[in-house]
Nanobody, 116 residues
Framework: QVQLVESGGGLVQTGGSLRLSCAAS????????MAWYRQAPGKQRELVAR???????DYADSVKGRFTISRDNANKTVYLQMNSLKPEDTAVYFC??????????WGQGTQVTVSS
């Protein structure tokens, strides 16, 4: 069984930075794609960034150039470095592990609030 535990959220001013971490349990981390999603109040959950098992990355247009996703397979952790934060980045951020269509897991989420 896989468990994902996010940390690093909080309150930050516009222009500030935060780094989110997601620690995974289980044995499939290194062969899985990892992603960060976010969900703002009243909105659908959206993909923010993802990284394949081989390290390829892609980002939502709204965060390109400001956010960076990375992974540490030895420590089974994925990170999201968020710089130049904007109020519209305010959301609950969720970590996702994708190993196959039937092996997909979510973390509990961490709140990010950007004040103007």
């Amino acid at each position: 069984q896989v468990q994902l535990v996010e940390s690093g959220g909080g309150l930050v001013q516009t222009g500030g930075s935060l780094r989110l971490s997601c620690a995974a349990s289980g044995s499939i981390f290194s062969i899985s794609a990892m992603a960060w999603y976010r969900q703002a109040p009243g909105k659908q959950r959206e993909l923010v960034a993802r990284i394949t098992s081989g390290g390829s990355t892609d980002y939502a247009d709204s965060v390109k150039g400001r956010f960076t996703i990375s992974r540490d397979n030895a420590n089974k952790t994925v990170y999201l470095q968020m710089n130049s934060l904007k109020p519209e980045d305010t959301a609950v951020y969720f970590c996702n592990l994708y190993a196959s269509i039937v092996r997909r897991y979510w973390g509990q989420g961490t709140q990010v609030t950007v004040s103007s």
